[in-house]
């Protein structure tokens, strides 16, 4: 991120910690994307054809799929003895229940927690304390409504001593040890609002320990420290909400932006919804959408792609085949007038504005990252240059394409931290211009050029690590029916023309399409 060099070190201070505070809220919704750098491999020169790194990648990858319906893509790249993995559960916020919003995320958390092998000394003894558990949360729920004092006390005290029973039975982050031990790195997941990715990388050596770990994880998992976990992930939204005003100001904004399609509600959950989540829902969530025929592996490094195929069938081929459940989204109607919302709370001023755009698989999918690239992408975007560095109005003005997620129809977002002695309307007006100046304007070939350049050097560098080409791979292999969409994507960016951004620029930034978000500092 950007912001104005006013000669003034703690102003330029404060506006990066805001903006990093931005980026955290944003997570909210997008989920933490994986970076890890591992074996690297020849990128092509941004103008030359990507069909002969298309041809090498070909040349090194197999798919296959099990009888049960799980998908493997593997990747071989032997520049290094290490190995990259990434477990995509296509479910993510959207495909939650009415009043559970958070359950895709609690699951993501409960998944590090083992197994009835992993992660207990006595799953035996173990079992039973946590169905107690459950049992007496009910019970204090049912007592708090009937307003019974007394019996809450005493059944939290029952509930105390259980859960401290249950405690003395586990073994604390034993995947992270066991992985860890053998070598492994960058034990992580995420949550986004479609998917949930679960990742790490191992010595190539250890490929039948990783098989091991991962097919077990998701083929006993057990649910422990529930309670505890629930504490940590509301503790978690209060920091990223309740308590930060950016935090809030997303939430509202993007309730605004949409009426009926669940991109409206955020990753983490509204915390009435996390409180009462119980383990029978994330149970019921894991049953319904960890399916075989819903997960997709992607194993990427120096591997020998017979031998992957050979354990995947011994250790993945033991999950049934179930039927995949979909859920039935609502489609967001078209807006037809703007729409706008304002907070104040103790900030500095932000402002936001955001425009409906289409899926990932539209035709114009290329055509709205130039965009993107052209307004928002580094300090020869047009908005730094005018907004922060010319006008001077901006400590950071930005924005990105996909917002919140980019397999249903989503928003273009745009946002910028307004500079001392200057509001928020300033900054629109400002905003509006040089969103305006790309119905009006043609790009000129030199800009054009420059942008389609450093956004294919962009997601070319993506694909610089094993952990990276996973990522998209999986990425594009689920949400378009094809890795080799990712490829193609590459040539569609290069082949956008001015008058491709003059065309959707047109359609897209009017006024009725627009939601306006302001945040404005009850100081002001």
């Known amino acids: 991120m950007n912001h104005a060099n006013f000669g003034l070190p703690m102003l330029k201070h404060k506006a990066s910690r805001l903006i990093a505070i931005l980026l955290l809220a944003l997570t909210l919704w997008w989920g933490l994307s994986p970076e890890v750098a591992f074996a690297r491999t020849q990128a092509p020169p941004a103008q030359s054809s990507i069909q002969p790194y298309l041809d090498r990648v070909i040349k090194h990858l197999t798919e296959f799929r099990l009888d049960n319906g799980m998908k493997f893509i593997v ?61 007496l949360a009910a019970q204090i729920e049912a007592a708090q409504a009937a307003g019974k004092k007394e019996e809450v006390a005493k059944l939290t005290a029952q509930f105390e001593q259980v859960e401290a029973q249950a405690a003395k039975l586990v073994n604390q982050n034993e995947l992270g040890r066991i992985v860890e031990q053998a070598g492994g790195v960058n034990l992580n997941a995420n949550t986004s609002t479609e998917a949930t ?21 998701f083929l006993e998992p057990v649910f422990r420290e529930f309670y505890k976990e629930k ?201 509006r211009q040089e969103i305006d100046r790309l119905k009006t304007e043609p790009v000129s070939a030199m800009e054009l050029d420059r942008v389609k350049t450093k956004a294919r050097a962009e997601l070319l560098r993506s694909l610089d690590s094993n952990m990276g080409m996973a990522q998209q791979l999986l990425e594009y292999e689920v949400k378009t029916g094809s890795w080799r969409n990712l490829f193609k994507q590459l040539e569609q960016l290069q082949a956008v023309s001015a008058a491709d951004v003059q065309r959707v620029a047109k359609a897209t930034f009017t006024s009725e399409n627009r939601t306006i978000g302001k945040l404005l500092s009850q100081q002001g």
């Open 197 to 217: 990715r679960y990742f790490y990388s191992f010595p190539a050596n250890k490929l039948e320990l990783w098989m091991s770990l991962e097919s077990e994880r």
């Open 231 to 431: 504490n940590v992930i509301l503790e978690e939204r209060r920091l990223r909400v309740d308590n930060s005003p950016i935090g809030m100001m997303l939430e509202k904004f993007i309730d605004t932006a949409f009426q009926l399609h669940p991109y409206r509600r955020p990753i983490i959950g509204y915390d009435e919804d996390i409180r009462n989540l119980t383990r029978e829902d994330v149970q019921k969530f894991f049953d319904a959408y960890y399916v075989p025929s819903n997960l997709t592996m992607a194993v990427v490094g120096d591997v020998n792609p017979k031998e992957v195929k050979r354990l995947a069938q011994i250790y993945f081929g033991r999950y049934k085949a179930k039927p995949k459940a979909v859920a039935k989204l609502p489609v967001e109607p078209p807006q037809k007038q703007t729409r706008e919302v304002t907070v104040k709370l103790n900030s500095q001023p932000w402002y936001l504005e955001g425009y409906h755009r289409p899926a990932l698989t539209h035709p114009d999918d290329a055509v709205y990252e130039i965009i993107a690239s052209l307004l928002s992408d580094g300090r020869t975007s047009r908005l730094y240059k005018s907004l922060v560095e010319k006008q001077q109005l901006a400590l950071s003005a930005q924005g990105f394409s996909g917002f919140p997620g980019n397999k249903y129809p989503n928003l273009m977002l745009f946002y910028a931290l307004t500079a001392p002695g200057h509001t928020v309307d300033e900054v629109a007006i400002a905003l």
């Open 75 to 135: 990747l071989e790249r032997h520049q290094a003895p290490v190995v990259s993995f990434l477990t995509y559960a296509d479910v993510g916020g959207v495909d939650e229940p009415d009043k559970k919003t958070g359950v895709a995320h609690f699951l993501e958390h409960l998944a590090f927690k083992g197994t009835t092998r992993i992660g207990t000394k006595d799953y035996e003894a173990e079992k039973p304390l946590l169905d107690k558990l459950d049992q």
